[in-house]
Structure formats: structure tokens, C-alpha cells
RNA sequence: GUCCCCGUCGUCCAGAGGCCUAGGACGUGGCCCUUUCAAGGCUAAAACACGGGUUCGAAUCCCGUCGGGGACGCCA
């Protein structure tokens, strides 16, 4: 049985790196039937900070990484915290200094690199190979008894019954010295896959200056888990086909490390938007509703009036890629612009007269009936015929009216849904707004 | 500097010697729709880094060059 893990250290939070990382690993384990076990590195005291921990474990749950071992759950390898686990390490250490393979330098202990070279299979790269004569006689117990990353994670995996290690591309010179271990512990090395780093749009290695980095903050900006997971997926990974809208199921069945590509991977903000709002399309009104109240508790009351509210949501739809465009575009569904648009003012309403246009406008609305889409744009388109009026004119003036903004949703199906009383008051508003400062 | 990995449209992924006049997606351009912005429909442009081989035949195999990335810690 595959057994695969996903060991990050918690130094920094859970970035999408390692989150695709952690994905690769949890895909493999549940397509095979594996186990998949989460493991802490924190053997670097200074740098290890136990929030982070949290902050790595909630990421995973966010995208809905489960894992079998590991943290909160415990399992038959316990514990899965390496600053736990110090007595094994220093057995090991201990092990290769009285068989002859380390040897102690200044307090610390050095591995005993022999001549000779050392290679491995990898399953995206295919067989690699060192020449052990650039490889250093490395650390393997530093001179505060803590072991250095080499021994522990090998001894670990070791421990643990992994399989498949499935990490970074930046590990792939680390390989040849934990080989190298096994061998000296006399041990069969796992199955080793390197996948391919995410790059930003400068090709350089992820990092803060290109905007958000972790995971969480993706949830902050108001992405869904699930196409950050189906975004993440085809990230250095292809399915063969070429679907690319895909669950999680699907993504279990079809996923295999042949499939993953050699080269590094653009991450391309454009696309996940698109993921995000094909995910967001998939939601019902009651799903959508719920993401939104915990994204922002009480910000919008979409519970009150499931009808209403249903064609609103059909309204944003199209026009909302992320759960913040939601917050925003649902705003003038519920609040009377706080203040009109300056740029807007002074294209659509800078024309002598508009008060007064809008003022019509209002008195129109205010017997017209029935109130609906098709009444409302007749009236309007009326009016602005008897007034020497384009439409256009009377319908931007309007839409500032009602959202303060040059853009919005078509404005009949806004006046419908915002009802007459608000939209008289509303254009109300904007009239004696002009009136009173017709600059502003 | 040394070692390692990688090199197909702007980006992600197909392509594992003939099926390729290289396919899909995102993005981009144009047109349609239209009260703005989106969405949608139609459509277009866009790539095998370069040079040598091997072969009847190469995006696919080999070598070199160039380019990009990574690693060289008592960090992980």
C-alpha cells in the first residue's frame, strides 16, 4: 500500500507551493488507496514557530487535504512532530558513527560520504545521477544534539513505511545525500518525485512581491477552495485529455506522477479567476448565499427574501469572478449611494438640465404600472423622446442614481428589483444633489 | 564557480518517429448582442530556442550552443 507524506516545516505559512505539493501527495495516496501522512519538521528550533503549524493545518483543511497520520489525529508512527522524535535521530546518528559511515567534527557528525556514484529513479525526470565526489561530508547531527533535515527526514520516512516521496524540484540535489543514508542504513530508498517549482509571472521563484502567496490569502481574496484545488492540480500536471474543469473525484482518478511535466509552471492569476468563476457558476443561489455569509458574516442580508434574492444572484452572476466582487456588486441592492461617481457626474450629468430630466424621470416612475422592465424603459425611453433625449443619457444618469457608479447590472432589471419607492427616493436624491452642487 | 533539472502559442497543458498544414484551455484582437460593465455566440492571431547529427521520415532519439530554473548551511 502507498503510503506518501507531505512534510512541511513550519517556519512560514502554507504557501501554494507547498499546497500543490501537499495535493500532489494527497492525490497519489487517495488514487492508489494509500495512506497520506502529514509530518512536521520543526527540528529548527529557532525558526520553527508553532502558530505556523496551525496556520499550514487550516490551509490544507481549506483546500480539503485530509490527512490519515499526522497532527490533532495521531496515528500507528506517532509522534509526527520531528522536535518529538530527537531520541531516534541521535540513535541513528549514533548507529552510523559506531558502524564507521559518520564521524564526529567539532561536536557536530559528519556522514562519511564514500567515492563512487550515486543516482535514483525519478518519476518525472526519469534516472539521475551524482557523482559522489560533490558531495560533502553534510551534518547529519548538529552540535546541539538537533538533527539537520538529511538524517531526520530519512530516518523518518523510514520509520514511517513511506513509499513515494513526492516534493519539490529543489530537493533534487538533496536526493543523491539521502540515498546515500538509506544505503547506510541499509534500507531500500522510496520512489522519488520531483515536480517542477511555480513561478511567477516574472519566471522568477514565487515569492511575496508577486502578491499573495498563501493559500489563506486566497480565501481572503475570494477564491474557493475548489478551483484554487483544480487550478493547483493542472499546475505542472496534465491530464492527458483535455478536460480541464475538473472535481476533486475526477482529479483523484485520473491523477498519476507520469503525467507530471519537467518544467517549471507560470502561476497565472487570469486563469485561476477563470476557475474561480466556473466554480462560482456550479454554486446554488443557497450554497453561493452561505459562502458569502462566511466570507462576511451580516454583510448582506441575502436570506430574506429567497425570490428576490435569486434574481439578484442571476444579475452578478456573469459579473462576479470572486466572493469579493459579490460584496461589492451587492451593495447597491442594499445601500443608497453614499456618494456618485466624479468621472460619472461629469460625462453623464454635466448637462445643463438633468435635474430637472431626472425629476421628470422620478414623476414618471412614480405612476407608472406595472413597475416592471419592460413599463420602466418604455417610460423612460418616453420621456427622453418628449425631452429631445437620448435614451443613453436618461439611462446613465439613472444608473448613478440608483448605484453611484458608471457601472452596474442593466438598470431596468435594477429598478425592478430595488422597487419604486426606492427608486424614487434615489433619483430624488441625485436631482437635489445637481440642484444644490451641480459640480460635485 | 561547481553540480543538477528544464526548454511546444504571452501562460498552463496535449503531443511518447509518420495520425502535426502541431490540438485544447486561459489571456489577447475582431465581429455580433447592447443602456454601462460583464457574460454569451462567432471568429482571428499566436509556439516546436538555435545548430549539427541518427532515420526513408523528428516537436518527438543523440550531441553541442544558447537561454531559464534549482542546489551547493551545524535551514528545511
Known sequence: MPRLRFAPSPTGYLHVGGARTALFNWLYARR???????????????????????????????????????????????????????????AAARQLLDSGQAFEDGGAIRFKVPPGKTSFADSVHGPI?????????????????????????????????????VRGDDHISNTPKQVLLYQAFGKTPPAFAHVPLIMGADKQRLSKRHGATSVMEYETLGYLPEAMVNFLALLGWGTGSNDELLTKDELIQRFDLDGISGGNAVFNTEKLDWFNHQYLLKLTDNELTSRLQAQRPGAWDLGKDAAWSARVLALLRPRCKRLTDYRDQLAPFFVDPASYDADGVKKHLSAPG????????????????????????????????????????????????????????????????????????????LATHLANDPTS
Open 129 to 165: 545521477e551524482f557523482d559522489n565526489e560533490h558531495i560533502e561530508s553534510f551534518v547529519i547531527l548538529r552540535s546541539d544534539t538537533h538533527p539537520t533535515y538529511h538524517l531526520s527526514v530519512v530516518v523518518d520516512d523510514i520509520d514511517m513505511a513511506i513509499t513515494h516521496v
Open 354 to 429: 438633468m435635474a430637472a430630466h431626472l425629476a421628470a424621470l422620478k414623476d414618471a416612475y412614480a405612476t407608472v404600472a406595472p413597475f416592471d422592465e419592460a413599463s420602466t424603459e418604455q417610460a423612460l425611453r418616453a420621456l427622453a423622446d418628449a425631452r429631445g433625449l437620448k435614451a443613453a443619457a436618461l439611462i446613465h444618469g439613472t444608473r448613478l442614481a440608483m448605484t453611484g457608479r458608471m457601472v452596474s447590472p442593466g438598470i431596468f432589471e435594477m429598478l425592478v428589483l430595488l422597487g419604486r419607492d426606492r427608486v424614487l427616493s434615489r433619483l430624488d436624491a
Open 32 to 90: 492508489h488507496g494509500g495512506v497520506f501522512v502529514l509530518r512536521i519538521e520543526d527540528t529548527d528550533v529557532e525558526r520553527s514557530q508553532a502558530e505556523m503549524v496551525t496556520g499550514i493545518l487550516d490551509g490544507l483543511r481549506w483546500l480539503g487535504i485530509d490527512w490519515d497520520e499526522g497532527p490533532e489525529i495521531g496515528g500507528p508512527h506517532a509522534p509526527y512532530y520531528q522536535s518529538q522524535r530527537l531520541d531516534r535521530y541521535r
